[in-house]
């Protein structure tokens, strides 16, 4: 599975923007998806997961209570919904799919790959 962002675009602080990331290839449910996100300057890091399967989903810090991650196994869709958005949450933002990845890893950029270019969010104050 490939995975591609969309959805970037800059928004004034307090907005909000979904970002998509859309799968070509076979067994889309087999797989995790994570965005993670680079801000410039700083090291990528980890932004929310849906898991394959049942959908389980995982949150880091910086998008717990304003961020919402979503898939649509039909569509083969994952969706990062983006609320209260900060000027610290200016980033590219990539997502990636890992298959079949064990709960203890789904923070890990490691464990994923095919990364793709990302799509650029722009939070202005």
């Known amino acids: 599975v490939q995975l591609q962002a969309s959805g970037g675009g800059s928004v004034q602080a307090g907005g909000f923007r979904r970002s998509s990331c859309s799968a070509s290839?076979?067994?889309?449910?087999?797989?995790?998806v994570a965005w993670f996100r680079q801000a410039p300057g700083k090291a990528r890091g980890f932004v929310s997961a849906?898991?394959?399967?049942?959908?389980?989903?995982y949150y880091g810090d910086v998008a717990k209570g304003r961020f919402t991650i979503s898939r649509d196994n039909d569509k083969k869709i994952v969706y990062l919904q983006m609320n209260s958005l900060e000027t610290e949450d200016t980033a590219v933002y990539f997502c990636?799919?890992?298959?079949?990845?064990?709960?203890?890893?789904?923070?890990?950029?490691?464990?994923?790959?095919?990364w793709g270019q990302g799509t650029l969010v722009t939070v202005s104050s």
């Open positions: 290839g076979r067994a889309f449910i087999n797989y995790t």
């Open positions: 849906v898991k394959y399967g049942l959908g389980t989903k």
């Open positions: 990636a799919p890992a298959s079949l990845l064990h709960d203890n890893y789904y923070r890990t950029d490691q464990y994923y790959n095919f």
